[in-house]
């Protein structure tokens, strides 16, 4: 049976050296691919699209000639109406929407990409 004396010199007595947190080395920034050039981006952000959607090869090189017959870009197709985009694609109503939407979202991503450049 332990004395209180022999309880409070153990709280008094150093114990263990406390744990040091190892930090990680440093890792390197990630660098994000480059934004691609103007001329390409419509062809870049339809095979983008058709990799999230899973849309045939042959139906997305249709819908991308007819973009680029009226010359939609895609900080464009973003504020046409799904309707006109469906009209020109193809496209079934929810696919025309969802490209709207894809196409915003992939234009801010290539212009903060651009920013991040200059």
Known sequence: MKTLASVAMSHLTPSAAPPTTATAPHAPEHLSSPPPAIEDELIICMQSFRTSRIISAATIADA???????????????????????????????????????????????DAKRARRA
């Not at 504020?79 to 490209?99: C, N, P």
Request: with cysteine.
């Open 64 to 110: 991308t000639a007819k973009l680029e017959e009226v010359a939609f870009t895609p900080d464009i197709m973003g504020e046409v109406t799904a309707s006109r985009l469906q009209e020109l694609t193809g496209f079934a109503e929810g696919h025309a929407i969802a490209l709207r939407k894809f196409s915003r979202d992939w234009c801010g991503k290539v």
